[in-house]
Antibody
Framework: EVQLVESGGGLVKPGGSLRLSCAVS????????MNWVRQAPGKGLEWVSF????????YYADSVRGRFTIARDNANNSLFLQMNSLRAEDTAVYYC????????????????WGKGTTVTVSA | SLVLTQPPSVSVAPGQTARLTCGGN??????VHWYQHKPGQAPVLVVF???DRPSGTPERFSGSNSGTTATLTVIRVEAGDEAVYYC????????????FGGGTKLTVL
């Protein structure tokens, strides 16, 4: 069974930095394309960033581009999100999620999610 | 860029059919995925590639796409189906391809 466990959330002041991690188990990690998705309090889901299986393809939401960096360590089954220049509007629960693979074909639907880690940006 | 519009709320009685819509200006060529999200839990994928179900999703859930509007249909609605449902598309023509709709709260009366 594939499991994703996020960590690294916490309280940080505006302008500060945090590094989120997502530990992956139950699967060969380099077969998974990965995403970060967040949900601000009282708001809906917002896609944040994507990284391909090899790390060669990376995308960001406009709201975080230039401030956040996604990365992965396939040798250690881990996904990361480095968050710099944090703003109050970055306050959210952050989820890591993997794309589904059916009969070897990857679909851009997220079928496995972690439970999330909470980031609070406040003075 | 692609914008997905969902009605904020839909209410149905138990045993009835719920139809949750997801409208987009260029939704047509894209596969649409649907998630069920209950408070305090991680989202759950219930339909992918417009009308496929992951193992574990009841057959009561189905999806369709008319080209401008995607629909998640839930037949024989149960109390446990109450949740917020999000549609999602991957816009391959964009440099920020992940797009979620705003979500629809399904209330079971």
């Amino acid at each position: 069974e594939v499991q994703l466990v996020e960590s690294g959330g916490g309280l940080v002041k505006p302008g500060g930095s945090l590094r989120l991690s997502c530990a992956v188990s139950g699967v060969t990690f380099n077969t998974l394309s990965m995403n970060w998705v967040r949900q601000a309090p009282g708001k809906g889901l917002e896609w944040v960033s994507f990284i391909s299986r090899s790390g060669s393809d990376i995308y960001y939401a406009d709201s975080v581009r230039g401030r956040f960096t996604i990365a992965r360590d396939n040798a250690n089954n881990s996904l990361f999100l480095q968050m710099n220049s944090l703003r109050a509007e970055d306050t959210a629960v952050y989820y890591c999620a993997s794309f589904i693979t059916v009969f070897g074909v990857v679909s851009a639907a997220m079928d496995v999610w972690g439970k999330g880690t909470t980031v609070t940006v406040s003075a | 860029s692609l914008v997905l519009t969902q009605p904020p709320s839909v209410s149905v009685a138990p045993g009835q059919t719920a139809r949750l819509t997801c409208g987009g200006n260029t939704i047509g060529p894209n596969s649409v995925h649907w998630y069920q999200h209950k408070p305090g839990q991680a989202p759950v994928l219930v339909v992918f590639d417009t009308n496929d179900r992951p193992s574990g999703t009841p057959e009561r859930f189905s999806g369709s796409n008319s080209g401008t509007t995607a629909t998640l249909t839930v037949i024989r609605v149960e109390a446990g189906d109450e949740a917020v449902y999000y549609c999602q598309v991957w816009d391959t023509h964009s440099d920020h391809p992940g797009v979620f709709g705003g979500g629809t709260k399904l209330t079971v009366l």
